[in-house]
């Protein structure tokens, strides 16, 4: 009887991190193909594209904060828009500046940290209502990782913008694996 109680609880709870997850993905996928077409050389519209990229996740963490309960991920999610916030601003002033290194590096140290805020959000959702979360666990652990990647060829000897476009495209096949995830879990709970 309790389980029954608390079924649409959980289906509301996870119609908004759906469609947040499934829109944040389809956004990833069309900014690295807008990316991809148009970065080198860096001109003004792949600046403007590349402050677009945080702003998603600026927009997206605030929308995910706005459904949380209080607590830790609240915290994380709020520091994470945060961080995203002056990646978009160091990218603007990265981009002009110093060019290819400098937008990867400032990049690269954004995907640290917001790998990591992932990382921790997704360990802090696993469970009954949002599921194992491995798509955003592998997300974040690879945003991690990569982005280390990038700040170490930021200082090499080449170094290329366009690996972000295949980042964008990785992270937005996460979200939408993740959503679709979600979704499942919810059909399936509503039909149990």
């Known amino acids: 009887m309790n389980s029954t109680a608390t079924l649409p609880v959980s289906n509301t709870e996870r119609s908004?991190?759906?469609r947040l997850y499934f829109g944040r993905g389809i956004l990833a996928i069309g900014w690295a193909l807008a990316f991809a077409a148009g970065h080198d050389p860096l001109?003004?519209?792949?600046?403007?594209?590349?402050?677009?990229?945080p702003l998603i996740d600026v927009v997206s963490s605030a929308i995910d904060h706005r459904t949380m309960s209080p607590g830790f991920e609240r915290r994380v999610t709020a520091l994470n828009g945060a961080v995203s916030t002056l990646a978009a601003l160091a990218l603007g002033v990265a981009g002009p500046v110093g060019g290819a290194p400098a937008v990867l590096g400032v990049f690269g140290v954004w995907?640290?940290?917001?790998?990591?805020?992932?990382?921790?959000?997704?360990v802090h959702r696993r469970g009954p209502v949002f599921g194992k979360q491995w798509p955003t666990l592998i997300s974040g652990g690879l945003s991690f990782l990569v982005g280390a990647f990038y700040f170490a060829q930021a200082i090499g000897p080449e170094p290329s913008l366009d690996v972000l476009s295949t980042y964008a495209t990785g992270g937005g096949?996460?979200?939408v694996v993740q959503a679709v995830l979600l979704a499942w879990k919810s059909r399936s709970a509503a039909r149990g």
């Open 111 to 122: 995907a640290v940290i917001s790998g990591a805020a992932q990382l921790i959000v997704g």
């Open 16 to 18: 908004p991190l759906i």
């Open 43 to 53: 001109t003004a519209v792949a600046l403007i594209l590349l402050v677009v990229y």
């Open 173 to 175: 096949v996460f979200f």
